[in-house]
């Protein structure tokens, strides 16, 4: 079955541009001879400033590399899936720590 309707409670609007885990290229090492870049995650674009009482739905790789810094950041959890695999929903949302 790949209708929601029957159990949907609530809808969450994408944003246009959605906040995304910044990456620093540091340098490039070779392994094997294979190039392997060596990268700084953790800051975020396009993420808005807290604000009381406003929670913020993002993707996982953001919210847990900001976990110790931001606790207004939640993220989809028991995921729902169509008959082809396909996340289509969520049943909750987490809040890494």
Known sequence: MDDLEPGLRYVI???ERPARLGVIPLSTE???GIPVELVQYGHAQ???RRRAGVSYVVSLALALALAPRRSDLLV???DVRN???TVIGCRQLA???
Request: zero cysteines.
């Open 76 to 78: 989809p959890y028991r």
């Open 46 to 48: 396009g993420l808005p």
């Open 30 to 32: 070779y392994r094997d």
């Open 83 to 85: 008959a082809s695999g």
């Open 95 to 97: 809040q890494p720590v």
């Open 13 to 15: 609007e994408p944003e």
